[in-house]
Structure formats: structure tokens, C-alpha cells
């Protein structure tokens, strides 16, 4: 089943539960400022309000353009008004549209279910650069300055979760959340394995370790 991620800046995305319809699964979250975001197989749309707790919705959609994981995410940018400056202004700063708000359940959904048929589905990037690290989802490949890193597919993307989110501290439920992994519920120990098994595969292709522990709070992948 196709899964199509729908974020909003708002709290909404908090309150909505998933919507199955003609064969494709609408997953809802909320989209902040800063934090990791878990990974994304499918088309993207967002959400972004004009105003926003921590920062300006034309700034969050510049963020969003610039970011490899939601560059060819589908923006809408939910105005407080109808505005024509506004309007303008969410053009250039890269939304694919707009429309008034507040927003509900029904008007996401009848937004996202008139659009899903692009002619160009949106889809996460196809060949994601860190650094030394590349990893190319269309070949379900990893390297590291060329040399091939061999993983079994949960540590694979494990490593591209950390690359998505490199330089910053992730604790065990964080990947556990980002990996999709709360259903059927997984210890906590257990992401110590895949750990385990990443190092090894990433030391065999020459990349040392490059994953970091710290105690007592999780794993942090140091990427210059």
C-alpha cells in the first residue's frame, strides 16, 4: 500500500489519524522547526502556516525547499488571509500553492486526495549525499567514498535515518520512531543490535566509527 506523509505546522497534525482510501494510506504528523524527522518513502505534502510558534512560515517553506528529504515535497502554505501580496510572497519562497485557513480534517484531505493525481508523483530523493556517504535508494545501495557498505535493509535504513539527521543526539526511541518500528513494539535494547551492525559494516568499508555513543541519551552520527 501506497503511503502519502501529510505535515502540518499546526497542532492539528498532532490530532488527525491515519485515512486509507483507493488503495494509498494518508499518514498525518505535525512538522517542526528543528527535530528528527522519520523516514519517508512516499509523496510529501505539507502544510505550512503563514504564522508559526517559532518561526515564520515563508522561512519554514525556504527550509523545506533546501532540504534534500523535502525538497520535492508538494507545499501548500496556509494563509490567515486572502491576501495577494501574500500569495506572491508563498510563491517565491517555493509553496506549490495556498489556501485560507483555519484548516480541518476534511479540507487537508480534500486537498491532498484532488492533487495525488500529479502526472509527477513526488517522491523522497533518489541519491542522498552526506559528506563521504552516499546512499542511493533506487539500488538500495550504500557507499562510503566509493567502497560498497554492506547492510541487511533494517540496518540500511538505519543508516540513512542518521544521515537525514546527522550531528545531532538520537536516543534509542527516536530511531526506534523513525525507523517506523512501534508496531509490533521493540525494545529499547534491541536498537543496540542494529548499532552493532551498522559499526561493522561501516568499519569493513573504511569509514572507521563514525557513529558516537552517548551515555545515557543515544547515538549521534558525526558527519562534517
Sequence with gaps: MTVIYVFLTSELGETLEDFVHDGRRIAFARLRAEGPRPL???????FVDWVMDDLAGLEMCRRLRADQQTADAHVTMVLE???ADDRRRALRAGADDYMVGPLDRTRVLDRVLALQGDP?????TQRFERGPLVIDMAALQARWTGTPVVLRPNEFRLLRFFAENPNQVLSREQLISGLGKQEPAIDERTVDVWIGRLRRALKQAGAGNPLRTVRSL???FDLI
Design 81 to 83: 488571509a486572502d491576501d
Design 40 to 46: 519517508l518513502d512516499g509523496p510529501i505534502w505539507v
Design 218 to 220: 543515544g547515538y549521534v
Design 120 to 124: 509527477q508523483p513526488r517522491h523522497t
